[in-house]
């Protein structure tokens, strides 16, 4: 290999349409997630970030909310990038963008 166990970490490309997802996501700082939230698409719940102190904390998450979508905060949640052409609804909740 080309990997090393906790010290390199996963990239992940998800693109949801017309879909009606539900639940908390969860990306360590090692790994990078890009998630797309098409038209139709209904997200309620959390992004965020977990500490892997094996490995140098280079991960991101970043997030596209495209027109017709709709991301529903249940918590508190952090995001490295985000372009916003759709709805988010906070709930009362944090929404921290990092970049």
Known sequence: GWCTAGRTGGKSQV???DQKL???ILVDTISQLDLTLKKG???KGTIEQV????GEAT???NVT???GATWELTGDSTVTT???Q???KTNGHKLTVLK
Do not use: D, Y
């Not at 500490?51 to 094996?54: G, R």
């Open 82 to 84: 985000l372009q916003n």
């Open 65 to 67: 909310v495209a027109k």
């Open 51 to 54: 500490k892997n102190t094996s």
């Open 41 to 43: 698409t209904t997200f």
């Open 15 to 17: 693109t949801a349409k």
């Open 86 to 88: 759709g709805r988010i």
């Open 22 to 24: 539900q639940g908390r």
């Open 59 to 61: 991960g991101s998450i």
